[in-house]
């Protein structure tokens, strides 16, 4: 079994191994990976600190070349890292090899955006001044991943980090550290310098833990749970550091009367289910108006019976496993919670067998279920999503925005009036027309509002706003 070791200052290291588990199939071994200790982590804090200066101060050609061959690389074995997301991760073949796609174009844009880094000049108020103002570095970025994207979430925020001139302390999730691995060992071939980007596998309680204590992390880009987010942000602030956080979601996707009720079950069905519900876009309350509420319903439990659950790696799966054995138990919990709150299952609810062991779920509809339950208030993070009827536009837009959460916000409708008056009053960071909630593309601000998101946009021109600090310099001449 391949052992796959930590990055740390250019050298590959590390001793006490942990077994990345499928599960798809809880017997299959996807490979054995390194878990750091304190000293590794410092170690990789310290390289990463040591490189700084230079890697700030490199020509922009080398690191669009570097971020090109990443991408060019990712990009020709696609098939391959694929199916190992997959298989560390659960999603299916499909999305898995699309993720991979959306991780090399991330690349492919950031290596363009290296050779376009502009700054301003400007006359100042005094006369014979002249001001300038330009981006630089931030200096070392930590970079703390979730496993739900394995190499999607990696990919936006090394590439732009690398893009602006930074070093980088890198910890993914310890359930998929397959993918990541993949993407630093293409970087260092590709001719990163050593120290300039360190991967530490391990423990948020010992690698995360470092890098909030260290006074040397310059920033931290965190995706994750709202209960680490907050650890984050606490360090983060004690330490005097920027950082940016993308956490939970409890995105509505709402359904008028006169929505076309394809586009609204296809929407509903994609945000809520696919990629096994686990993404921090997805729906998972679903507001519909009365008119439409039965068919809807009706139509939903119909297309959900013809959804196979199975192996991520089978032609032929729509949904892949849930990602181990705790976010299953959070799952069937709230699943419970749901039924002891009085809402009715419409479809799902059960745990499956397949032929090998793994976490199978089906998908869950429940109906009946009011805003103020749990299971409409906390992320479930599962493909568990609940129907609550409203009468009307103004009511459903009412209960789309009562939430502590604000990343994505949907709706399916065919009129301009509610689509426009949806767009400007939903409160999150991204609104869907005709859309599911997620899915997004690489090229454009990600992120969200309240409870969701701290920090600036990542992805796109506006990852330029964390991932550098603005320096304005004065000259008489
Ligand atoms: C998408 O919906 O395409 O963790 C991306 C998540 C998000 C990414 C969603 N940060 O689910």
């Excluded at 990712?74 to 199916?83: D, F, T, Y």
């Excluded at 200096?139 to 070093?167: D, H």
């Excluded at 009365?290 to 991520?312: C, P």
Aim: charged residues 20%; hydrophobic residues 40%; negative net charge.
């Amino acid at each position: 079994m391949t052992f796959h070791k930590n990055l740390i200052d250019g050298e590959w290291i590390g001793e006490s191994k942990v077994p990345n588990i499928n599960p798809s199939d809880t017997n299959d071994v996807v490979g054995e990976y390194a878990s750091a200790g304190l000293e590794e982590a410092k170690a990789a804090i310290a390289a990463a600190k040591a490189a700084s200066h230079s890697w700030a101060r490199s020509g922009i050609l080398e690191r669009h070349a570097i971020l090109r061959k990443t991408a060019d690389e990712i990009m020709a074995r696609k098939e391959e890292l694929g199916r190992l997301l997959s298989r560390e991760e659960g999603k299916t073949l499909a999305e898995g090899i699309g993720e991979t796609i959306r991780a090399g174009q991330i690349f492919d844009f950031f290596a363009g955006e290296a050779l376009r880094l502009v700054g301003e000049i400007i006359p100042s108020v005094r006369p014979g001044i002249g001001v300038e103002i330009t981006r630089e570095p931030v200096g070392v970025v930590g970079i703390i991943t979730p496993w739900n994207f394995p190499i999607a979430i990696p990919a936006w925020k090394i590439a732009p980090a690398l893009c602006y001139g930074n070093t980088i302390v890198f910890k993914p999730a310890e359930l998929v550290p397959g993918c990541s691995w993949a993407i630093v060992d293409i970087l260092h071939r590709a001719g990163l310098p050593k120290g300039v980007l360190n991967l530490v596998m391990g423990k948020g309680s010992i690698v995360g833990q470092a890098m909030l204590d260290s006074p040397d992390i310059n920033a931290i880009t965190f995706t994750g749970s709202v209960g680490t987010g907050k650890r984050v942000a606490a360090a983060s602030i004690e330490h005097n550091r920027k950082f940016q956080l993308e956490m939970g979601g409890k995105n509505p996707f709402v359904v008028l009367d006169d929505a076309d009720l394809s586009v609204a079950v296809e929407s509903a069905v994609n945000s809520s289910f696919f990629s096994t519900g686990q993404r921090c876009t997805a729906s998972s309350r679903l507001i519909v108006t009365d008119g439409i509420h039965d068919k809807f319903v009706a139509a939903m439990t119909e297309r959900l019976k013809g959804l196979v659950v199975d192996d991520a790696l089978k032609p032929g799966t729509h949904i892949g496993p849930v990602v181990d054995a705790t976010q299953l138990k959070q799952d069937m919990d709230y699943i419970e919670i749901g039924r002891q709150e009085g809402a009715k299952i419409a479809f799902g609810g059960e745990r499956l067998d397949r032929e090998t062991p793994g976490f199978y779920l089906q998908p869950t509809l429940f109906t009946e279920a009011t805003n103020a339950m749990r299971i409409s208030r906390e992320e479930i993070f599962g493909p568990v999503a609940s129907v609550i009827r409203v009468k009307d536009y103004e009511e459903a837009l009412a209960v789309a925005n009562d939430t502590p959460f604000g990343l994505s916000s949907g709706i399916a409708t065919t009129s301009l009036k509610h689509a426009t008056h949806f767009k400007r009053n939903a409160e999150a960071g991204m609104v869907m027309v005709n859309l599911p909630t997620a899915g997004v593309d690489f090229h454009v601000p990600f992120g969200g509002r309240k409870g969701s998101s701290y920090g600036p946009r990542e992805q796109g021109k506006y990852a330029a706003e964390f991932y550098t600090v603005v320096k304005t310099a004065y000259t008489q001449a």
